[in-house]
Nanobody, 115 residues
Framework: QLQFVESGGGLVQPGGSLRLSCTAS????????IGWFRQAPGKEREGVSC???????YYADSVKGRFTISRDNAKNTVYLQMNSLKPEDTAVYYC?????????WGQGTQVTVSS
């Protein structure tokens, strides 16, 4: 089955760090722009960061300077390094790409920032 697989979430204190991983089952991420998204309880899903296939990175203003997106094509993995975490970062985090792979939403990984 073709799908994204997210991992690395957990419970951390404010100011802590996590590194999320995004892998793909059944296809290669190398040729696609890949983004991280998040959805908090009662909120709409929002874009967090994106890494195009041909270079560059993009970040939402709310995470700029704290999060870093990167990819390791040899491992077919896209990472999201999350530093200086705040309670408002609490959400389920997902990765995805554009058509034709955009329908392959995974289960997401829960990030909880709390004392």
């Amino acid at each position: 089955q073709l799908q994204f697989v997210e991992s690395g979430g957990g419970l951390v204190q404010p100011g802590g760090s996590l590194r999320l991983s995004c892998t793909a089952s059944g296809f290669s991420l190398e040729n696609y722009a890949i983004g991280w998204f998040r959805q908090a309880p009662g909120k709409e899903r929002e874009g967090v960061s994106c890494i195009p296939s041909d270079g560059g990175t993009y970040y939402a203003d709310s995470v700029k300077g704290r999060f870093t997106i990167s990819r390791d094509n040899a491992k077919n993995t896209v990472y999201l390094q999350m530093n200086s975490l705040k309670p408002e970062d609490t959400a389920v985090y997902y990765c995805n790409g554009r058509v034709p792979i955009s329908s392959y939403w995974g289960q997401g990984t829960q990030v909880t920032v709390s004392s």
